[in-house]
């Protein structure tokens, strides 16, 4: 699976629960400044921002008014604030509107917690990277039961060939014997 965390954060506090999670996942956190458009494919991509004055950073909505549908497969959204989750509720509906597929449920961290928070926030990306895997490996079985169904429907109508080909085959033949007896 190919991870990205990507993070917007003006003092720090974000940034904190993105490092968190991408060390959990074994990947680097980067900010969206550092990186402004994805450079390559990702399964899924945990996304977070947080609010101020009640909006997100314009940077980080610019990133994903950037943000190429082909690019991504899932996003997993997380934010930190004093109360609001306006953040990642904007996130969603825009994403969402450009056709890209967000994970249910979001994760929160308090401003005032972000330390007690990260052992939570390293379990959330754990398990929304085991939910993606699962995900992944169901459209992949669903996809080999669609290749078995071919193969199995194509040596039927092969079979229903065959027998046409004998029968039609053998009434020409026929044909052909009682043509030259006459
Ligand atoms: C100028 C400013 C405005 C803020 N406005 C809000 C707000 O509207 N709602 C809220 O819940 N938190 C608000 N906060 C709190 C921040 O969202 C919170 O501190 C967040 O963790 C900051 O993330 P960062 O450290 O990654 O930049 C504001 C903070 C600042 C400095």
């Excluded at 968190?20 to 921002?49: C, N, R, T, W, Y």
């Excluded at 909505?61 to 943000?67: G, I, P, Q, W």
């Excluded at 459209?139 to 027998?163: F, M, P, Q, Y």
Aim: glycine share 6%; aromatic share 6%; charged share 25%.
């Amino acid at each position: 699976m190919n991870i990205a965390v990507r993070y917007c954060s003006k003092f720090g506090r974000t940034q904190a629960i993105a490092e968190e999670m991408a060390d959990e996942l074994g990947v680097k956190a980067m900010s969206i400044s550092q990186e402004p458009v994805l450079v390559q494919h990702v399964d899924v991509l945990f996304l977070g921002g947080a609010p101020y004055w009640s909006i997100m950073d314009p940077a980080l909505e610019e990133y994903v008014n950037r943000l190429r549908p082909d690019m991504v497969d899932r996003v997993v959204l997380f934010t930190t604030s004093n109360w609001s989750h306006r953040t990642v509720i904007g996130l969603r509906t825009k994403l969402e509107k450009r056709g890209i597929t967000v994970a249910p449920g979001h994760f929160y961290a308090h401003m005032s917690m972000i330390d007690k928070s990260k052992p939570a926030a390293r379990a959330y990306a754990r398990e929304e990277l085991n939910k993606a895997i699962e995900l992944e490996r169901s459209a992949d079985e669903g996809c080999r039961i669609n290749i078995d169904k071919i193969k199995e429907l194509a040596t039927e109508v092969a079979s229903v060939l065959a027998v046409t080909a004998i029968v039609v085959g053998g009434a020409v033949i026929a044909r052909r014997v009682i043509k030259l007896r006459r």
